[in-house]
């Protein structure tokens, strides 16, 4: 993240300007500009060492007019009240925007979750559900995985909410492992999604994907999944993705420029997203510094890692050859160099159309969940293909028409459909 970047101040401005677009009603804007309910809390976990550990926990629901809120939690040591609220926010404009009928919410845990071990772990999503349990739900707000929590940390925290209310109660959270409640094709799903928009662009610029190449920065869930969707389902060409490496306390690059192999690079990667670069670099990858991923000169670049990358200083590194840039990440892109962006003529991608492909299978899962009836890989993932497509659509649509840019048109989907749902329920 950009030290200078206030992720909640950014996510108010981008809504502010589209206020105004829109005309919204000051009290509208006043309501819409802020989360509904927030839960600030703590969690004491006993260590392996016997010792007690605090740790700060939080959950923003911004929104819920169109169903429950919906949004992951983050494990990161990072992580503020206003990173949670952003990214809250963010889910509301997501799931609007997807066309689900979920709110937004987000939740969040200030830890470096590569600091502990699988039992203190555990403890931590237990002791989280236990704090929250009351203000959650599968008609409230339904969490999901986010950076740093994965799979089987939200079958833990699915199992201490059933416990906790007595019943079975698989709709509470989604994102669980397969076979534990979980949805086959939900751990692509985000990548996959960004990979659904980047072929509706490349189609409408009247762009081969056969003949393009891409670079992605990070290599978490998303970045990967983006990297075997470029490769597999576009044929196209990636020649770098970045990456944190927790041991040098730096990123890097792992670049080829005749393209990279995404199922050997997961391979050697451990489950936080290091890569081990003496087995990339042994295999003929370049290990380049960690910003070298914004400069290369290829068609579609991919921020996949977290918010704030795109900003003042760093846009300006961006290659003359980008045709689009592809939002995996929730906030990449800074107001500043938005505006960079625009004036470029760049095809941008906003994050919450682009990444929105993870919540909506999270979404698939509640349904598979309430009905206990379970769909194949092929089924989720065709009405995830077919879900993407129609709101990239809607999203151009709208920036066609309005003459204004794709986040701007894409924030004018969203708000008027939770307006025009706050008038159905008689909010306003
Ligand atoms: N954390 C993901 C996101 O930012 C998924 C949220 C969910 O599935 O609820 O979109």
């Given at each position: 993240m950009s030290s200078n970047t206030n992720v909640f101040e950014m996510a108010q401005r981008q809504f502010d300007g589209v206020a105004d677009l829109l005309k919204l009603d000051p009290s509208v804007r006043e309501f819409l500009r802020w989360p509904l309910r927030e839960y600030h809390f703590r969690i004491p976990v006993r260590m392996d060492d016997g010792t007690i550990r605090v740790f700060q926990g939080f959950r923003v629901q911004h929104n819920d007019v169109r169903g429950p809120a919906k949004g992951g939690i983050r494990f990161h040591p990072a992580e503020t009240i206003d990173t949670v609220r952003a990214l809250a926010t963010w889910m509301t404009w997501k799931c609007a925007v997807a066309d689900i009928p979920l709110g937004g919410g987000k939740g969040g845990v200030i830890v470096d979750p590569a600091t502990l071990s699988g039992a203190e772990k555990e403890r931590l999503v237990r002791g989280y559900i236990q704090q929250i349990w009351k203000n959650i739900?599968?008609?409230q707000d339904v969490p999901a995985p986010d950076v740093g929590t994965n799979p089987q940390m939200m079958g833990w925290m699915m199992d201490e909410y059933s416990k906790l209310v007595g019943q079975y109660t698989p709709g509470v959270i989604t994102g669980k492992p397969v076979g534990g409640g979980g949805s086959l094709g939900r751990t692509e799903a985000t990548g996959y999604g960004v990979i659904i928009n980047v072929r509706e662009a490349l189609k409408y610029l009247g762009l081969d994907s056969s003949q393009c190449t891409g670079a992605l920065q990070g290599f978490g869930n998303v970045s990967q999944h983006a990297a075997i969707g470029f490769v597999e389902m576009l044929k196209g060409k990636v020649i770098c993705v970045s990456y944190w490496d927790r041991e040098d306390r730096c990123s890097y690059t792992v670049s080829k420029s005749d393209g990279i192999d995404p199922h050997f690079l997961i391979s050697i990667t451990d489950q936080y997203g290091t890569i081990d670069k003496a087995k990339a670099k042994a295999a003929g990858y370049a290990v380049e510094d960690g910003d070298a991923w914004i400069s290369k000169d290829v068609d579609v670049l991919m921020p996949?890692?977290?918010?704030?990358?795109?900003n003042a200083d760093s846009i300006h590194k961006v290659s003359k050859k980008v045709r689009i840039i592809a939002e995996g990440a929730n906030g990449p892109t800074t107001p500043e160099a938005d505006a960079v962006i625009r004036e470029r003529g760049i095809f941008d991608i906003p994050d919450f159309l682009c990444n929105a492909g993870g919540v909506t299978v999270s979404y698939f899962e509640g349904v598979q969940n309430d009905m206990n009836f379970y769909w194949s890989k092929e089924e989720v993932l065709s009405k995830l293909d077919e879900k993407m497509t129609v709101a990239f659509h809607a999203v151009l649509d709208m920036s066609l028409n309005e003459k204004v840019y794709m986040r701007d048109a894409a924030y004018m989907v969203a708000i008027s459909r939770v307006v025009k749902a706050m008038q159905l329920r008689g909010w306003i």
């Open positions: 739900g599968p008609r996949c890692a977290l918010e704030g990358q795109l």
